[in-house]
């Protein structure tokens, strides 16, 4: 595949799950690749399998609840590869299962900005570059529990459906420069959805039970093709959208 060939994207908590995923079908699209991330190690040790895939690959360790980070990445990756044409905003941090009245203000902070707070700033920073290279494509990251809402995860979802908002505004105000921007709401499995399955054996007996396909999502070959499909050409007439890629549990 070559969708992607010529592209440069950038790629935030990259180094596992759903964002390594989307990187994988990234690579194997011809796409080159900044990851960011808080650990280094993790990020590091996922560039042989995308280098070996045929990317171009280089890593930044950011913390995206730091305007200053972003603006760091994003000039990295301009820098290094030329511009930048995509931006996945995939990190975010999450406390399941914890209920609303025990909150405490650092874990809504924590939430919040590492998720809304860290789409906002990457958006804001890869603007200019996207209008130079005539548009470009957005791909935040939703949350079927943002729609669903279920008990336990209630600043998670606020926060996926502020995303959501986020993003539809974004599409409309960054359409004339030809920059679209679209949610995928995934479902597939990472280490937090393992974390997640051994936790509450019984929440994900019920949620598989939900699954009109009867099985968990694979980040790479479930979520990463959609993700090609976004942030390619063949998508240029798809902005404002949330697409649900979790194997039919919500339908709109």
């Known amino acids: ?47 042989a399998d995308l280098e070996a895939r045929g990317a171009r690959v280089a890593i930044h360790p950011a913390d995206t609840r730091s305007r200053a980070d ?8 301009a820098g290094t590869f030329g511009g930048i044409d ?3 905003n995939n990190a975010q941090t999450t406390f399941a299962g914890l209920m609303l009245s025990d909150y405490t203000d650092e874990q809504i902070a924590t939430t ?13 920073a890869v603007r200019p570059h996207m209008v130079a290279r005539g548009g470009g494509s957005i791909i935040n990251l ?21 995303i959501r908002g986020l993003s539809r505004a974004a599409a409309r105000e960054w359409g004339p420069d030809g920059i679209r921007v679209n949610v995928i709401n ?13 936790e509450f054996p019984e929440e994900a007996s019920k949620n598989l039970a939900e699954v009109s396909l009867r099985r968990w999502g694979d980040a790479e070959k479930d979520i990463g093709p959609v993700a090609v499909f976004l942030a390619s050409d063949e998508s240029r007439y798809v902005s404002g959208q949330t ?10």
């Open 1 to 47: 595949m070559s969708q992607l060939a010529g592209k440069v994207a950038i790629i935030t908590g990259g180094g596992q799950g759903v964002g390594l995923g989307i990187a994988q079908a990234f690579a194997d699209a011809g796409a080159a690749i900044v990851l960011t991330g808080r650990t280094p190690e993790k990020l590091q040790g996922v560039v």
């Open 70 to 77: 972003a603006n760091k990445v994003v000039a990295f990756a």
């Open 86 to 88: 995509i931006l996945v």
């Open 112 to 124: 919040v900005e590492s998720g809304l707070y860290g789409s906002i700033y990457h958006m804001q």
């Open 142 to 162: 939703g949350s079927r529990q943002g729609i669903i809402a279920p008990a336990g995860y209630s600043i998670y979802g606020a926060s996926k459906e502020a």
């Open 186 to 198: 995934p479902s597939a499995m990472s280490p937090a959805a393992l974390r997640w399955l051994e």
């Open 243 to 252: 697409i649900n890629v979790d194997g039919g549990m919500v339908m709109l």
